[in-house]
């Protein structure tokens, strides 16, 4: 089969795009955390207790790291699968669409909040565009369909929440205590 660049390049756009936008949540998640430690539900609502003594940057990119592995994982599935039957798996559009509904997320949060939340200008600028624009592109070149594509969502939904959780709290547990106050 022969390869369609533009699609392929596209494909691994997600695992590019994902860690662009962590980065920025990397770069300015402890501080933006701690900052705003008694206004924030979070730590009310989080099954994974913060442990404010630790380093959360570390914590937070154990999990990111987790995450990445799965997406390129499944992106390169992706782009095998492409290249050999021309279709796509219904599970890395799965994770296109939970992508696009984290960039909705951010922007809805920092909207709410009318403030700055950590990820929010990657999640503006590459997340959700790259999120419409593939899916579009991989409904309109009916590499997947409406079907697939809620099955996919359903499956990578629940995965994306469980290795986020496994990955916040493996992190918290190896991250090292803070032998400083953090400022």
Not at 134 to 140: F, S, W
């Amino acid at each position: 089969m022969m390869v369609d660049w533009n699609s392929e390049m596209l494909l691994w756009l997600l695992p590019v795009v994902f860690f662009l936008h962590d980065g920025e949540e990397i770069a300015s998640m402890e501080h933006w955390i701690r900052r705003n430690k008694d206004s924030l539900w979070l730590s009310k609502v989080s099954s994974i207790p913060i442990r404010w003594d630790k380093n959360l940057t570390l914590s937070f990119t154990f999990a990111v790291l987790v995450l990445g592995f799965v997406l390129t994982s499944v992106t390169w599935h992706a782009a095998v699968r492409y290249d050999t039957v021309g279709s796509m798996p219904f599970l890395y559009a799965g994770f296109v669409a939970v992508f696009l509904l984290d960039g909705i997320k951010h922007v809805g949060a920092t909207v709410l909040l009318r403030k700055y939340t950590p990820g929010v200008i990657t999640a503006a600028l590459l997340e959700i565009p790259f999120g419409a624009y593939a899916l579009y592109n991989l409904i309109h070149q009916k590499m997947i369909d409406l079907g697939a594509l809620a099955l996919g969502l359903a499956i990578a939904m629940p995965v994306t929440l469980f290795l986020v959780w496994l990955g916040l709290t493996i992190g918290m547990r190896l991250a090292p205590v803070r032998n400083v106050p953090f400022e």
